[in-house]
């Protein structure tokens, strides 16, 4: 198989193959020529492995569904039968270790509560596998120096998965800076919908780490980041609740404001209680606007010239073959363990924030 940009093109939707070309960054060069797909296990099949994820890895062309992990044996049996998985490529959190043994396996991709990935991400490294962990990367900027440390310490990859960082209005959003006059960047970025289940793992912050922030805010934090292309240098965060009792253990809704160097500013919101949906970034003499900007699919955009028009993507499909292509030509992402240890700084900065009612320095 030889993966070219035509045939990445291609993959993205017919008939706006040159609309592609020349609107969005690809892969970074070179890109795969050889002939392996690389052999990736899920961890944890759950929503997003069962309907994103496993559904994804039948589109891509340089990764395939090669194992599972899982704790509910019923599900093992399903996935066996679903997706042709021999049985020596099904292990459970106990004797996933073993895998260190297995060559038809490549990479490992977490998909666990968030309190398991710090665990899960050091225990692929160590069994020599590369890694995608799902955002948010862990509960906390020492965690998350571990598990790169982890990584790099056995020569595996890292990646978190920010499958908007495929996404072609989200890579029009990462440009958009860069393209007219260099006034003062000002972001608007929100993300919140109502959650469910009061019993589920999200509401309890030994397994979630926080509430909407960890959750949904950090979508809002990658927005205001990669639009402006600057670290923040400092936070200011709010917290508001509604119900007490269904978010006893973590946040509901956050606001806060980063400031940039520059003088470049964002002012965001996340909240699972009220939904959010939006991206908006204005300089002096332009504007850019995503809303609905964070969804699987189905983003609409405009600015101040139109409207945008990008195709609709598989952003799994894409984000998995990226990293893959990342593995086999040896090159960096930007999605990789050092930008989910970025966002984690922010959302510390940002829990520092409340608990001192004060601007806090990140
Ligand atoms: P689910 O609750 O649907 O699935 C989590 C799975 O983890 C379970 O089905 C179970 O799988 C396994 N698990 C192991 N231990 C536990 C435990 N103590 N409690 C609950 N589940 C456990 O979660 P999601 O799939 O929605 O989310 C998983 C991760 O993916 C999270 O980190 C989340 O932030 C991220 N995510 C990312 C998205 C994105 O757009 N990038 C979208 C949605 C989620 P099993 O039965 O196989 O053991």
Redesign the pocket.
């Known amino acids: 198989m030889k993966y070219t940009r035509r045939k990445f093109v291609k993959t993205l939707g017919a008939g706006s193959a040159l609309l592609m070309l020349s609107a969005i960054p690809t892969f970074s060069e070179p890109l795969f020529t050889g002939d392996k797909k690389l052999g990736v296990a899920l961890v944890?099949?759950?929503?997003?492995?069962?309907h994103?994820l496993a559904p994804a890895l039948q589109e891509t062309s340089l990764c395939y569904l090669s194992g599972i992990?899982?704790?509910?044996p019923a599900?093992a049996e399903r996935w066996r039968s679903q997706y042709n998985i021999p049985g020596s490529n099904i292990y459970n959190?106990e004797n996933f270790d073993k895998i260190i043994d297995n060559e038809s396996i490549d990479v490992v991709y977490v998909?666990?509560?968030?309190s398991?990935?710090h665990e899960f991400v050091i225990r692929a490294a160590k069994a020599g596998k590369h890694v995608f962990c799902?955002?948010?990367m862990a509960l906390s900027v020492k965690e998350c120096e571990e598990m790169i440390d982890a990584c790099s310490k056995a020569g595996v990859k890292l990646f978190v998965?920010?499958?908007l960082h495929s996404d072609p209005y989200h890579k029009a959003a990462m440009k958009f800076r860069a393209e007219g006059d260099s006034g003062i960047l000002y972001v608007q970025s929100e993300f919140g919908f109502k959650i469910g289940d009061p019993t589920?793992?999200r509401l309890k912050k030994a397994?979630a780490g926080g509430g909407a922030m960890m959750?949904l805010g950090i979508y809002a934090i990658q927005a205001a980041r990669y639009s402006i292309g600057k670290e923040p240098q400092s936070v200011t965060a709010q917290e508001y609740k509604t119900d007490p009792q269904k978010f006893a253990e973590v946040d509901e809704t956050i606001t806060w404001q980063m400031e940039f160097p520059g003088g470049h500013v964002s002012n965001s919101y996340t909240s699972y209680s009220t939904p959010a949906n939006n991206l908006y970034i204005s300089t002096e003499r332009r504007w850019f606007n995503l809303m609905p900007a964070f969804n699987?699919g189905g983003i609409e955009g405009r600015t101040n010239e139109g409207e945008l028009n990008f195709p609709r993507i598989n952003q799994q499909a894409v984000q998995m073959d990226t990293f893959s292509n990342c593995i086999i030509n040896n090159i960096e992402s930007d999605a990789s363990g050092k930008e989910g240890l970025k966002d984690l700084k922010v959302i510390e900065a940002i829990y520092k924030s409340i608990e001192n009612g004060s601007k806090v320095k990140v």
């Open positions: 944890g099949l759950g929503n997003y492995a069962t994103e992990v899982t704790g509910t599900k959190y998909v666990l509560p968030n398991m990935h799902e955002k948010p998965g920010y499958r589920q793992w397994l959750d699987y």
